[in-house]
């Protein structure tokens, strides 16, 4: 593997008496698709709060195409190139879906300071700009009659496309979905694996995901990470980790 | 629905609930209205006046009593909703508003004018306050301590320095800004509820500290004999202050006329009230507006997606301090004088009460708020005992009532051009 | 040299008294908190009711004259929490409850006007300016000053607030400890949604989570006018943010928490008082909130928490 985009060793979390993740290693290759699987409660989304920068690591070393980020704050963490949806999908709900996008692309088309008080033409070009981008990735997502909509009001599955596109404009190296799938229609994920595939094509994205529909996971990544009770059971192919015995018994009555 | 019909129980029940709340209320007027207490020489003693527990007591258990019974059979009473306005779409009345407002205090008298003036002191608090509890949604109940940090500084800077109104300005702007940015940086991590009461303590501090280092700050009795804003460096006044200077009005050949400085104090507010509407109308539609409102949507996401919502507070919180320093040191220009008395919490709870009554985040709620609160305690003279206590009860039942406000937001959204 | 260690004996006795008062009030500001999350901005004003309350039965006891102080003394206590019972729950139906479901600054909005409108309303019917309470127990007991030194003054009426705090402090943690009202008092301050689900009728606790801690601080309210000899319907406003101070120090919906916090801060800001400077001592109430909210914004006695993305 060239460099790896992400780099995860020996990651643990501590919530006072209780270990929620420990021992957790692995690389993720520039554009590869790569899965966190795991029952509930086993640490997925304390992975992702870690490397996003939402928690602080109690043990560990993360790094992005070998800068450290390990305990860098979550904004910090997402300049740097990681974004992230979440599993209850956090929009600005009274905003419409076109805002939403703007407010994303904070750190582009800076408009030179304080000609926004005074509707300077060079505002006005880089709000023309950051609309424009807007539409464009609103078009990718087939959202684009939505957008003066408020984003709260959007049909659910559209809501979690918008959160992804609002990702995207980020130009980020590293994509991090949290449970994308869930409560779609077998429809909407076969258009989100679709989704998936083609971000990775044409925009060069890495995509992290964890996931439970495994029809998705099998279909979408490259590599899967499984984890029980915070720790990595297994980790492989697909096809190695369908195998894999200790992935079974994990999953004992689970699809 | 409704009982078109009373059965006996619905009589016993409200008569129940009657009886009761006649007697809490019976307790609760006993010992504030009812026994007075009263200084006989060294000692004091109870002087009853039983007709406020008698009239208290009846109307509250009239009130009970009719309320469960008469509310079914009556179709529910929907107050008008009062309407959503955009001032976007009325640019006319607009523009007519503003020359009628520019034009009125030529035919005004002297009272109505200066009472204008302080409205719209308020109105240009009320928008600065409103940058941070309405766009960003921080609980400031601090703001006192900027307005004091306003009028403070260019008292001093003309204490010791001799600076005028205009070349003091900039800077009480920039030291309220400054008091912002150090104040906000600790606390500004702060959760809701939390932040509000420490803010409400630096308000305190502030006040405490003009009270105590008298050197400084003249203590209680404040700094005096500011002067008024100029015209370009003539002075409003009968005679110049100088030797040989000249006043606007020798500079004219016009007659001196006190009620000119009165309407040439309210225009210079009309001005920066102006100044601040249209700048904090910028600042929503601007990226920096955009973050406030996210921000106070959703902190998460915005961390998620790069904002620093430590920056994104300060700004808010820091903007918003520096208008209050110009609306302070505005003050102090119309008073002359300086004291801590004027910077009170009340003042606090009044500008925040402009803002949340108003409709948060809602420009023009809050300049109606402003008058309404201004205006309405100086024609109701009579009852001005009663102030303190009625601006209470408002508070209370605007948030029962219409939390949202009585002009509520309308957002001005992005729109794609078609 | 010699007189320090008496000195500061002294001040030690005095800010166990002061923070004694802060407990008392501290109590409603955090089982309040601890419940529904609100901070009950007319708190203070209740203590300062109270005051009031035990002035009024005072003047109309001390018209008949002969009664013995302890009585009197037991009777305005009796009579204010009683008052202020009713005021704290006429207070949580009118202010409160209607706004239940609503986002975080309504409530406070309206809790700040109903602080706006207690003050003024007590100052309508009794006055603004300071009323004078009798000392019904003057008198204090007095060690050292030998030689010209420092002499410590514990005045019996100071004696009585510790005394009378201690008690109601063990009586409280008792009764929520085995008492039904007190389990389910904490069961709704864990989880309000699951209490309400075990049958648990939670407007019930609520209302008695008001009324508990106004009794409290109308308890502190009579004790700290008899102590001090004056009170005016302002007293409630900045005895409430230190005793709301004393309640984050302590650790916001902890009982024991808020004991623990007004000593604290009882003792800090009488020490700050007397060796620092007295104009600023307010300041320290401040800091010492500002401080605890930056580095340990659990407070003393609470566990840590962890944002849950």
Redesign the interface.
Known sequence: MSTPILTVKDLSMR??GLLAVDGIAFDVAPQEVFAIIGPNGAGK?TVF?CI????RPTTGAIALAGKDIAGH???HV??EGV??T?QNV???????V??NL???Q??HHR?PPLS??F?TRG?RES?RLK?VNA?KWLDIMGLREY??REAGNLAYGHQRRLEIA??MI?EPRLLMLDEPAAGLNPQEKNDLQQLINQLRKDYGVTVLLIEHDMGLVMGVSERILVMEYGRPIALGTPEAVRNDERVIKAYLGEA | MAHTTTSSTDIRGALRGAITATVLAAIVLLPSFTLHLERAGARTTIAPHWSTLAWGCLAVFVVQLLRPLLLPRFPTVKLPSLPCFEPGRHRALMLAVLVAAVVWPFFGGRNSIDIATLTLIYVMLGLGLNIVVGFAGLLDLGFVGFYATGAYTFALLYHWAGWSFWEALPFTGAMSALFGFVLGFPVLRLRGDYLAIVTLGFGEIIRLLLVNLVGLTGGPDGIAGLPKPTVFGLPMTRNPAVEGGTTFHQFFGLEFNTIHVVIFLYLMALTLACITLYVSNRLIRMPIGRSWEALREDEIACRSLGLNPMKIKLSAFTLGAMFAGFGGAFFAARQGIVNPESFTFIESALILAIVVLGGMGSQLGVIVAAIVLTVLPELAREFSQYRMLIFGLVMIVMMVWRPQGLLPMKRHQVEVPR | MSNFLPELLQQLFNGLSLGAIYALIAIGYTMVYGIIGMINFAHGEIYMIGAYVGLVTLSAVGVQGGLPVWLVITLMILIAVLVTAVYGYAVEQLAYRPLRDSPRLVPLISAIGMSIFLQNWMALGQGARDMAVPALIPGAMRFGGEGGGFEIFIPYARVLVIAVTVVLMVLLTLYIRNSRMGRASRACSQDMHMANLLGIDTNRVISFTFVLGAMLAAVGGVLIALAVGKLNPFIGFIAGIKAFTAAVLGGIGSIPGAMLGGVILGIAETLAAAYISSEYKDIVAFLLLVLILMFRPTGLLGKPEVEKV
């Not at chain 1, 996003?52 to 928690?55: A, C, D, E, L, P």
């Open positions: 919530f006072g989304t709060n996003s920068g939402f928690y704050s979550s904004h997402a300049n974004v992230r979440f956090r929009l600005f709900k009274t905003m419409t076109l805002e703007l407010v994303a904070h750190r408009p926004g008080l509707n505002y709000e609309i539409l957008a003066n609002r990702c980020t």
